[in-house]
């Protein structure tokens, strides 16, 4: 059977054995309007009073708007947002648009045009989020849990903080989207570090998991010290069109939208497989390796142990700060202790950790533009083509070898469930 799997702004096509099981999302009706579902939810607010009449009052506003790694529909929800602050009195010159960065390089200006449009991104004062830039940080203090949280200080300051995003499957928070475009998105290195870290960060991949995960509290608690008024954020289908969008308070608004998330996203499959192929979705989720990572998360909740991954990404703009921690160890396991010990650090040490985690229990084949050399220090199985990683992955597994494909493994909630109950 001939199949396309996602791969950079395009497509491969690769040819698979007959009785493979590939898992295609289905796709919901999307919106009629994008803008009008947008503007339903705001009308419509869950657990909070609408979003103009919080404003009323307030002397400026912060929003923050998802960086390029994670494509949201933010020029619409910017458009939506403004239309309500300025009936409530505060212009646009009041506003100050922050990229959640996270702990990403910061945004080019043509790639914050291709997020927001020419037109806003001239309009509005738009800025960077730096993690590790002292200067632009304010410390709020301590949650429960001992997580300091230091935030951007345009937004610590603002008197009326907007935070937008999409909810989709996330490998350490369970779900994206909420309160994590406060923290980690506009958050300092020190709270990146003790969020990404255990005891907070969960060990295993916690796609679709939030009650009792750690993760996800620690981040409610963070956007809740901050302050955070206003939450807007939308669900997408897998083609990346809105199909539902809620607005309010930024836990209850976002656990409607995580439920709307799981009924489209969630996917059964009735065994754990031999081999698994994923793709992240293509561009931008496959832009790199730390990026494209996710995929193989979603692939270790429905590989047999022993099995084999397949990663399928493009990875233009290469591998990732991550590298080092690989490329340093004897084996994934030392990656693993090395963690333990020295938890997150700048150099994305918790993806390292990750496809550490990966690595130690299964073969993971890798079909990308990264240097075979590099992948294979690392630990990965390099393969020049897709075609040429299914083949070898074939090989190993034996012809009597069961196959999931998951070709937009990123917005996958895998459960495994036997005879189909």
Known sequence: MQIEIPYGSGAVEVVLPRGVEVVRLLEPPAAESAQAEVRRAMDEPIGSPPLHQLARGRSDAAIVINDLTRPAPSALMLEEILRDLNAAGIGEDRVTVVVACGNHRPNTPAEIREMVGAELALRLRIVNHDSQDGDQLTYLGETEVGLPVWVHSAVASASLVVVTGVIAPHHGAGFSGGRKSAVPGVAGLETIKRLHSFPILPYGPAIGWMEGNPMHEAAVAGARLLGVDFCLNVVETPLGKVFRAVAGDVERAHEAGVRACEDTWTIKVPQRFDVVIVSPGGYPRDIDLHQSQKA??????????????????????????FASWLLEAGTPQEVIERFRGEGFTGGQSFKAFYCARALAEHPVLVASRIEGGDLERMFFRPAPSPQAAIDEAMRLAGPEASVLVLPHAVHCIPTVVPDGR
């Open 296 to 321: 193989m998360s979603t692939a270790e909740l429905v590989v047999k142990e022993g099995g084999i991954i397949v990663l399928i990404a493009e990875c233009a703009d290469g591998i990732g700060k």
